[in-house]
């Protein structure tokens, strides 16, 4: 069993909708918790971080984390053909980006 | 600005050959990685520096080699390249103690023949 579980997808949706990206995980000592963003043939981008259990929210992204489930999600309100990407997780504990683990990324597009 | 830069961005090889993959950040980061990304396993890591003159090996080290001789440059080599090192592979660099918050080179796509 992966560490990270995260759904491949592809996920296809029309503009404007929500969209919901999860990852499930295994290791109780992971505390921090990434969203990266990965353009066709480009490197990934930190979208989202954040620490421990909670809600963060950064214009259309809201991340939740939830350590009971071990069970992240990033949610993208009002989604745009701009939003078509890879959308990778990542997590780590104390020992930081040393035992970074990523998901294998959800491909995502919006339709217009 | 050009942050984290990596050269070449194709490269292809025969099995047996060995090569050097550049990687160069400009935002004095002590934190350096290489990542190498293959479909349907995510990113998994190569080797990494926390500096100068410091290295370790990450997930999946075998058959590359890195070294850090100054605080931009974090060059992987491969030393004989088998099929299996056909790849995607990333540069990434921080500059938070922990190092979680990278940022990433784009990338060079490398096929073993």
């Known amino acids: 069993q992966k560490e990270v579980e995260q759904d491949p997808g592809p996920l296809s949706v029309p503009e404007g909708a929500i969209v919901s990206l999860n990852c499930t995980y295994s290791n109780s000592a992971f505390q921090y918790f990434m969203w990266y963003r990965q353009y066709s043939r480009k490197g990934p981008e930190l979208l989202m971080y954040?620490?421990?259990?909670g809600n963060k929210e950064d214009g259309r992204f809201t991340a939740q984390v939830d350590k009971s489930s071990k069970y992240i999600s990033l949610f993208i309100r009002d989604s745009q053909p701009s939003d078509s990407a890879t959308y990778l997780c990542a997590m780590s504990g104390i020992q930081g980006a040393q035992k970074l683990v990523f998901g294998q990324g959800t491909r995502l597009t919006i339709n217009p | 600005n050009a942050g984290v830069t990596q050269t070449p961005k194709f490269q292809v090889l025969k099995t047996g050959q060995s090569m050097t993959l550049q990687c160069a950040q400009d935002?004095?980061?002590?934190?350096m990685s290489w990542y190498r990304q293959d479909p349907g396993m995510g990113l998994r890591l190569i080797h990494y520096?926390?500096?100068?003159?410091?290295?370790d090996q990450g997930e999946v080290p075998n058959g590359y080699n890195v070294s850090r001789s100054t605080t931009e440059d974090f060059p992987l080599r491969l030393l004989s390249a088998a099929p299996s090192q056909t790849s995607v592979y990333f540069c990434a660099s921080s500059g938070d103690r922990a190092g979680e918050k990278l940022f990433f080179g784009s990338g060079t796509q490398l096929s073993v023949l």
């Open positions: 954040t620490y421990s259990s």
């Open positions: 520096s926390v500096g100068a003159g410091i290295t």
């Open positions: 935002m004095n980061h002590e934190y």
